[in-house]
């Protein structure tokens, strides 16, 4: 995290709170940008990630804070995919799933590794996928706990748009989303771990 990272975070974060579609949705749909912040703040001095991770991180948040803003079902550039394709529903929330299992799997993986808890290239990327699909798992429970207590902004958190395989449908994407990051970037990762490892 350097003063770009943070700059590009907090004018994200306050762009996305001016005016949002509906506040107590932004707050539910940026609170996981926000921990996420605390903990990185938090845990830097004892274990500082990799430049890596911490782009994929702020990625994330900027998906996050977009989606907060809009709501999940009204992101304008999806509106006109939508349109311009005929699609049925808005699929922004789908990229959110996408990067829940892309963005997690590169964090697992490199605690995992630092760590040393697991050592075989195999047990490795299935513990990551296992856990990315925990999150992701958490994360439907978590919109499900919203969706009882607080009827006025379940639909726009859930952001079904009466899909009703969308709960299944989110995991499928965070499981594709942990297994292309695995495909994609693990040498890469390695570099960064490496480069990492050898400055501490």
């Known amino acids: ?10 004018s994200a974060l306050i762009w996305s709170g001016i005016y949002p579609k509906d506040y107590l949705t932004w707050v539910l749909e940026a609170a996981p ?35 907060a803003h809009y709501t999940y079902a009204e992101v304008p550039l999806f509106d006109w995919l939508k349109d311009t394709f005929n699609l049925d529903r808005n699929n922004y929330d789908k990229l959110g799933h996408f ?23 195999k047990w490795l990327n299935f513990f990551v996928i ?10 439907e429970l978590i919109e499900w706990c919203v969706a009882l207590l607080s009827k006025e902004a379940a639909e726009a958190f859930l952001g079904t748009q009466g899909y009703i395989w969308d709960t299944q449908s989110d995991m499928a994407y965070a499981l594709l989303g942990a297994m292309l990051a695995l495909a994609l970037l693990s040498r890469i990762h390695d570099w960064y771990i490496n480069k990492l490892t050898a400055a501490e």
Not at 39 to 67: C, E, N, P
């Open 130 to 139: 296992c856990i990315c699909l925990a999150i992701s798992a958490f994360y």
């Open 1 to 10: 995290m350097n003063k770009t990272w943070l700059g590009v975070f907090f």
């Open 33 to 67: 940008a926000m921990i996420a912040f605390i903990v990185l703040v938090r845990t830097r001095q004892k274990f500082r990630l990799t430049d890596l991770a911490y782009s994929l991180i702020l990625i994330h948040s900027l998906i996050l804070m977009i989606g």
């Open 99 to 121: 990067a829940q299992g892309f963005i997690p799997a590169i964090i697992a993986r490199e605690i995992l590794i630092r760590n040393h808890v697991v050592e075989s290239t």
